[in-house]
């Protein structure tokens, strides 16, 4: 009988819920309310057997709902000196300021919520009063702790300390990024100043002001080989006078042709950036480095909006250029070519090996002190048979090349029994010496140039 009983109960219990879910929605679902003191955000949600997803979707909804009816207000001072600079319409920068406005809701209230068997509803409000309280106070603070760091800007850029001026002002932006669509008028320094446009401006004009400038503009390099000086890059800050910049960021890059080089350098205390060029890979015979000011390096760039990025973007960055007139490694070769006992007056082996690497962009020099690689030819021909009145000849053949920096011997290979032809001994000899030539060239060349791009 009792479980009779509490059976019974719980089927009451059933229906007074499936009651309660059935009732009549509240006017504020089925008609928006409207108050001119109110913002008013209501959201909604399916509801998926077995999940509850449904309030927190519902939820975010009615935050982004109440967030719209925010109107975003851009100013005429920042259009002209933000919107314009940032290179993006007026319209994306509406909607980037309201994704910010619903991320940073603050102060609203939960005034009711309302389901049935299908749907999750949820409304929220936010007093005008208390959100433009809240949001003053927070353009307060923000703009606070930006004119702190503004003031230790300018006073940096007073003591000719311009990379920790540079370094201010662009922390400065950060504070008051949120609140780009607002004048942020406020006192510095005895007057009224925008402070936005001012850090603009400052950044802008302490940029214009920066000149950087090479030691040596065109530097001779040599293919896969490092540059035997850094690339010096002086900076100066020019005013009444040229004041060198230490500690100043600066990133390098071939902007034609290719290499290996130290990408980010700082200017010392003499203003001076040193980049080492640890190989230089392209075939070009012109090449080119550009230089930088690395302004990122000075901001943290995952926090920074995109409109910021775009706005420093559109910064006048202080570049330069060193030119780099490339050449191929030198080549000095030495050919002992015998023909039966007899040095030939014209070589064979030696010719082809340079006409095959000077397509490669290797020159070639006779003084061995000069060469990067010494590349030592032995050949000798001997003689064959004859038959019915064409005569066989062979060419045994050897070649060592040294890298004459280390001193190492990177190639070696020798050839046997290259057969050439002629109407006599003399002529099948050289003959063979052709062949010989043209075979070690084919071995030879990749190999030595895999081994030298090493």
């Not at 901001?299 to 250029?321: C, E, G, H």
């Not at 780099?324 to 006992?341: H, M, P, R």
């Amino acid at each position: 009988m009792k479980r009779i009983f509490q059976f019974l109960l719980l089927i009451c219990l059933f229906f007074q819920f499936d009651l309660l879910l059935a009732k009549k929605a509240p006017d504020w679902v089925t008609s928006r309310p409207i108050y001119k003191e109110f913002y008013i955000g209501i959201g909604y949600a399916s509801k998926v057997k077995g999940s509850s997803e449904h309030i927190e979707i519902a939820k975010n909804g009615a935050l982004k709902n109440l967030a719209s009816e925010i109107t975003v207000n851009i100013s005429g001072e920042v259009i002209s000196n933000v919107v314009e600079k940032s290179g993006i319409l007026e319209e994306e920068l509406k909607s980037l300021i309201r994704s910010t406005t619903e991320a940073e809701l603050e102060g609203y209230e939960l005034v009711d919520e309302w389901q049935n068997k299908k749907e999750y509803w949820v409304y929220y409000r936010l007093s005008k009063v208390i959100y433009r309280k809240l949001r003053q106070e927070n353009i307060d603070k923000a703009v606070s702790l930006s004119l702190n760091l503004f003031s230790e800007a300018k006073k940096n850029e007073t003591s000719k300390n311009y990379e920790k001026a540079l370094l201010y002002y662009l922390q400065a932006l950060g504070p008051i990024e949120k609140y780009i669509t607002e004048t942020l008028q406020t006192e510095f320094g005895g007057r009224t100043i925008y402070l936005n446009n001012e850090i603009y401006f400052s950044i802008q004009n302490l940029l214009s002001n920066i000149e950087l400038k090479p030691v040596k503009a065109n530097v001779e390099a040599k293919r896969n080989k490092a540059l035997k000086q850094p690339l010096v890059v002086k900076a100066f800050y020019y005013e009444a006078d040229k004041t060198l910049i230490s500690n100043l960021p600066l990133a390098f890059a071939f902007t034609r042709g290719d290499g290996d080089l130290i990408k980010n350098v700082r200017t010392n205390m003499n203003g001076e950036a040193r980049c080492k060029v640890s190989k230089v890979t392209s075939n070009e015979s012109m090449q080119m480095v550009g230089v930088k000011l690395d302004i990122s390096r000075l901001i943290n760039q995952d926090s920074t909006s995109f409109v910021y990025q775009n706005i420093l973007k559109s910064f006048p960055i202080p570049t330069t250029k060193i030119i780099l007139n490339v050449f191929g490694l030198a080549f000095c070769i030495e050919s002992d070519e015998t023909n039966f006992g007899k040095k030939l007056s014209i070589l064979h082996v030696e010719p082809k090996l340079k006409e095959d690497f000077a397509m490669k962009g290797f020159t070639f020099t006779e003084d061995i002190n000069k060469a990067d690689l010494y590349v030592k030819v032995n050949a000798k021909s001997r003689e064959g048979s004859e038959m019915y009145g064409m005569f066989t000849a062979f060419v045994d053949l050897s070649v060592s090349v040294t890298e004459m920096d280390s001193g190492d011997e990177i190639y070696k290979c020798s050839l046997n029994n290259v057969s050439g032809q002629g109407l006599d001994f003399e002529k099948a000899g050289l003959k063979a010496f052709e062949n010989a030539a043209d075979e070690i060239s084919e071995d030879m060349l990749p190999i030595v140039m895999k081994l030298i791009d090493q």
